[in-house]
Nanobody
Protein backbone atom coordinates (compact mmCIF):
# COMPACT_ATOMS: atom_id res chain seq x y z
CA UNK A 1 0.00 0.00 0.00
CA UNK A 2 0.94 3.62 -0.40
CA UNK A 3 0.70 6.25 2.30
CA UNK A 4 -0.91 9.50 1.26
CA UNK A 5 -0.46 13.02 2.62
CA UNK A 6 -2.56 15.91 1.31
CA UNK A 7 -1.69 19.57 1.38
CA UNK A 8 -2.93 22.83 -0.05
CA UNK A 9 -6.33 23.29 1.51
CA UNK A 10 -7.43 26.59 2.94
CA UNK A 11 -9.88 29.45 2.76
CA UNK A 12 -10.78 31.09 -0.53
CA UNK A 13 -13.49 33.40 -1.74
CA UNK A 14 -16.11 32.17 -4.15
CA UNK A 15 -14.76 32.36 -7.67
CA UNK A 16 -11.21 31.84 -6.49
CA UNK A 17 -8.78 28.97 -6.95
CA UNK A 18 -6.93 26.46 -4.83
CA UNK A 19 -4.52 23.71 -5.65
CA UNK A 20 -4.32 20.50 -3.65
CA UNK A 21 -1.43 18.08 -3.66
CA UNK A 22 -1.19 14.51 -2.51
CA UNK A 23 2.22 12.98 -1.96
CA UNK A 24 2.46 9.22 -1.89
CA UNK A 25 5.10 7.12 -0.29
CA UNK A 26 5.55 3.47 -1.00
CA UNK A 27 6.06 1.37 -4.03
CA UNK A 28 4.39 1.18 -7.39
CA UNK A 29 2.69 4.57 -7.34
CA UNK A 30 2.15 4.37 -11.07
CA UNK A 31 0.12 1.18 -10.68
CA UNK A 32 -2.55 2.96 -8.64
CA UNK A 33 -5.59 4.82 -9.81
CA UNK A 34 -5.33 8.08 -7.88
CA UNK A 35 -7.89 10.70 -7.16
CA UNK A 36 -9.98 12.75 -4.81
CA UNK A 37 -13.13 12.51 -2.79
CA UNK A 38 -14.74 15.12 -0.59
CA UNK A 39 -17.07 15.18 2.34
CA UNK A 40 -19.06 18.14 3.54
CA UNK A 41 -20.63 18.30 7.00
CA UNK A 42 -23.60 15.97 7.36
CA UNK A 43 -23.13 14.67 3.83
CA UNK A 44 -21.74 11.45 2.47
CA UNK A 45 -18.29 11.25 0.98
CA UNK A 46 -18.49 11.83 -2.76
CA UNK A 47 -16.25 11.19 -5.72
CA UNK A 48 -14.57 14.26 -7.21
CA UNK A 49 -11.97 13.18 -9.76
CA UNK A 50 -9.58 10.41 -10.69
CA UNK A 51 -6.55 9.77 -12.83
CA UNK A 52 -5.74 6.38 -14.29
CA UNK A 53 -2.43 4.62 -13.74
CA UNK A 54 -0.52 6.42 -16.41
CA UNK A 55 -2.56 9.58 -16.23
CA UNK A 56 -3.97 9.04 -19.68
CA UNK A 57 -7.56 8.89 -18.48
CA UNK A 58 -9.31 11.24 -16.13
CA UNK A 59 -12.86 11.31 -14.82
CA UNK A 60 -14.73 14.02 -12.99
CA UNK A 61 -17.91 14.36 -11.07
CA UNK A 62 -20.44 16.38 -13.03
CA UNK A 63 -20.45 19.00 -10.29
CA UNK A 64 -16.79 19.88 -10.86
CA UNK A 65 -16.38 19.19 -14.56
CA UNK A 66 -14.86 22.15 -16.37
CA UNK A 67 -13.69 23.76 -13.13
CA UNK A 68 -11.37 21.18 -11.57
CA UNK A 69 -8.36 19.53 -13.17
CA UNK A 70 -6.60 16.46 -11.88
CA UNK A 71 -3.05 15.62 -12.84
CA UNK A 72 -0.33 13.34 -11.63
CA UNK A 73 3.44 13.19 -11.75
CA UNK A 74 4.51 9.58 -11.38
CA UNK A 75 8.16 10.62 -11.12
CA UNK A 76 7.28 12.64 -8.01
CA UNK A 77 4.65 10.22 -6.68
CA UNK A 78 2.24 13.12 -6.49
CA UNK A 79 -1.29 13.79 -7.66
CA UNK A 80 -2.74 17.28 -7.91
CA UNK A 81 -6.17 18.84 -7.99
CA UNK A 82 -6.44 22.33 -9.43
CA UNK A 83 -9.73 23.87 -8.40
CA UNK A 84 -10.95 26.97 -10.18
CA UNK A 85 -14.15 28.98 -10.00
CA UNK A 86 -14.81 27.62 -6.54
CA UNK A 87 -18.32 27.74 -5.18
CA UNK A 88 -19.53 27.64 -1.58
CA UNK A 89 -20.88 24.15 -2.25
CA UNK A 90 -17.32 22.98 -2.96
CA UNK A 91 -16.44 23.48 0.69
CA UNK A 92 -15.56 20.15 2.25
CA UNK A 93 -12.76 18.02 3.55
CA UNK A 94 -10.94 16.70 0.50
CA UNK A 95 -9.42 13.23 0.67
CA UNK A 96 -6.80 11.78 -1.59
CA UNK A 97 -7.22 8.10 -2.36
CA UNK A 98 -5.44 5.32 -4.20
CA UNK A 99 -6.73 2.09 -5.63
CA UNK A 100 -5.14 -0.84 -7.42
CA UNK A 101 -8.57 -2.24 -8.16
CA UNK A 102 -9.34 -0.07 -11.13
CA UNK A 103 -11.44 2.90 -12.09
CA UNK A 104 -14.85 1.39 -11.34
CA UNK A 105 -13.75 0.33 -7.88
CA UNK A 106 -12.24 3.74 -7.24
CA UNK A 107 -15.47 5.53 -8.10
CA UNK A 108 -17.23 3.30 -5.59
CA UNK A 109 -14.66 4.38 -2.97
CA UNK A 110 -13.15 0.89 -2.89
CA UNK A 111 -9.69 2.26 -2.29
CA UNK A 112 -6.59 0.73 -0.78
CA UNK A 113 -5.30 3.90 0.81
CA UNK A 114 -6.72 7.20 2.03
CA UNK A 115 -5.12 10.43 3.10
CA UNK A 116 -6.02 12.22 6.29
CA UNK A 117 -7.94 14.95 4.48
CA UNK A 118 -7.47 18.66 3.95
CA UNK A 119 -10.09 21.32 4.59
CA UNK A 120 -11.31 23.55 1.79
CA UNK A 121 -13.47 26.48 2.84
CA UNK A 122 -15.17 28.74 0.31
CA UNK A 123 -16.65 32.01 1.48
CA UNK A 124 -19.52 33.60 -0.40
Amino acid sequence: QVQLVESGGGLVQAGGSLSLSCAASGRSFSSYVMGWFRQAPEKEREFVALSSWGGGSTLYADSVKGRFTISRDNAKNTVYLQMNSLKPEDAAVYYCAASKQGITAFRRALCDSWGQGTQVTVSS
